[in-house]
């Protein structure tokens, strides 16, 4: 079956699906390189009501039906799309017969995942038959990983030699005058990844080993479990997500490849600006924390942890968590998700704090450098997710040539010498630099 459409959103009539929905609409015309969409989900009469929630305007939008349990409806979708977007989670139970479709249709691929074995399995189990096949696959455009990624990179590069970054740690603040609010489905996904971790253990164990890059200095030292940083004025916690993960996973590639990854058919202009645009980003140890301006406040984080990793051990417990997401996660996560006025009072803001070295013949002392870059927006799963995804996607569309031909990639990678940051930037999404400094040497 012959492509039809430039983009399908899987999934479109879930919770952060019809946001992708309303934000993918801003984009669709003939002056834009989104100048065909489809819409894809289980049920036809879900999404049409998505359409009309989204945009009233465009009642033209098709609409297909796919389900994950049907491979062959999959194989149908995949096989009418230069690109899908897929919204369906938790993706450790539905992502793997998308991404399969996906290859075998020789179409390219971007999630919203932040599930560390499910991506991690992807790219042992499809990478080389996705470069035979020429299909890109993505994941972790949303939230998860992005800001992270691109953050790190943006504090990097302010790295100007011959200083060099040792450890760059950062903070995550979610910010609201009402309450944070997360879906079912983001809930899930964190109930099962933590009480499914020893498969996550077992599968990097018999996975190929990892080019480590070389960063200068000592790795830091764990810290107490709860912290107050001085300089930024929050209390901190540490925070069990992808991002650390990702981002190592690009630094890694990076390692074995110093000038990135070449584009299939990639313009000349573009490969100088790789280049040099890699040259620009020296590795450093990485990590992240939720901050909190108050100490009450990292104390639910830590309470729903805990819940978790404790009940998380039986069957029953599993149960509980999982059929009531409200009580065990404190009311920051409901079946039916945030509402608007929740959604719209919401943001984020992500610190990047540098140490590192004024310069490498230093890497025997602490570090006596702090660079600290800020990256900050609206709240992070139904307005910053959607903008992100659909701005990777766009670039997809138009600058194929320049992106590798096909296989499974962190976001970091693959978006990092594109004009993602400055898109970004356009849409809300900003990215500062807030200081540099000397410091002592007792750290």
């Known amino acids: 079956?012959?492509?039809?459409y430039d983009i399908i959103i899987f999934g479109a009539s879930g919770f952060t699906g019809k946001h992708v929905v309303r934000e993918a609409l801003k984009f669709l015309s003939p002056d834009t390189p989104l100048k065909s969409l489809a819409l894809a989900g289980r049920n036809s009469s879900k999404l049409v009501e998505t359409l009309k929630w989204a945009s009233p305007s465009h009642p033209t939008?098709?609409?297909?039906?796919?389900?994950?349990?049907?491979?062959?409806?999959?194989?149908?979708?995949?096989?009418?799309?230069?690109?899908?977007?897929?919204?369906?989670?938790?993706?450790?139970?539905?992502?793997?017969?998308v991404v399969a479709a996906c290859v075998e249709a020789r179409c390219d691929y971007l999630d919203i995942c932040g599930e560390p074995e499910f991506m991690e399995k992807m790219e042992a189990?499809?990478?080389?038959?996705?470069?035979?096949?020429?299909?890109?696959?993505?994941?972790?455009?949303?939230?998860?990983?992005?800001?992270?990624?691109?953050?790190?990179?943006?504090?990097?590069?302010?790295?100007?030699?011959?200083?060099v970054p040792n450890r760059i740690q950062a903070y995550l603040s979610l910010q609201t005058d009402k309450r944070i609010v997360g879906n079912y489905a983001t809930y899930e996904s964190a109930v099962l990844g933590i009480t499914n971790v020893h498969h996550l253990t077992?599968?990097?164990?018999?996975?190929?080993?990892?080019?480590?890059?070389?960063?200068?200095?000592?790795?830091?030292?764990?810290?107490?479990?709860?912290?107050?940083?001085k300089k930024i004025g929050v209390w901190t916690m540490n925070l069990p997500s992808a991002d650390a993960t990702i981002v190592r996973r690009t630094l890694s590639t990076l390692a074995d490849n110093p000038s990135g990854l070449k584009g299939v058919n990639e313009d000349p202009k573009h490969a100088e600006k790789r280049i040099a645009f890699w040259s620009k980003i020296k590795p450093a140890h990485f990590g992240v924390k939720i901050a909190s301006?108050?100490?009450?406040?990292?104390?639910?984080?830590?309470?729903?942890?805990?819940?978790?990793?404790?009940l998380g051990r039986f069957t029953i417990g599993k149960w509980l968590l999982l059929n009531f997401p409200s009580v065990f996660s404190l009311g920051c996560f409901r079946k039916n998700g945030p509402t608007d006025d929740e959604i719209a009072s919401s943001s984020f803001k992500m610190w990047f704090l540098g140490h590192g070295f004024s310069d490498p013949n230093?890497?025997?002392?602490?570090?006596?450098t702090e660079i600290i870059t800020r990256v900050m927006g609206p709240e992070i799963g139904y307005v910053t997710t959607p903008i992100i995804l659909i701005q990777c996607a766009l670039i997809v569309l138009q600058q194929r040539g320049d992106l590798p031909k096909g296989g499974v990639f962190t976001p970091g990678i693959v978006f990092g010498p594109t004009e993602l940051q400055d898109r970004l930037q356009e849409n809300g999404i900003s990215f500062d630099v807030i200081s540099k400094s000397c410091i002592s040497n007792k750290m």
């Open 1 to 4: 079956m012959a492509q039809v």
């Open 61 to 97: 939008v098709p609409v297909l039906v796919a389900d994950t349990s049907d491979p062959q409806s999959l194989r149908r979708m995949a096989s009418q799309a230069k690109l899908i977007l897929n919204c369906v989670g938790p993706f450790r139970l539905h992502g793997e017969a």
């Open 125 to 163: 189990f499809y990478h080389d038959k996705a470069v035979e096949m020429g299909s890109l696959m993505v994941s972790a455009c949303g939230f998860d990983s992005i800001p992270a990624e691109l953050g790190l990179m943006f504090n990097s590069k302010q790295w100007v030699s011959p200083s």
């Open 202 to 229: 077992k599968l990097r164990r018999s996975s190929r080993k990892r080019a480590r890059p070389s960063i200068p200095g000592y790795a830091p030292t764990k810290g107490s479990t709860i912290e107050h940083d």
């Open 293 to 310: 301006k108050k100490f009450v406040g990292i104390l639910p984080i830590l309470a729903i942890g805990l819940s978790i990793r404790l």
């Open 362 to 368: 230093l890497v025997s002392k602490d570090p006596d």
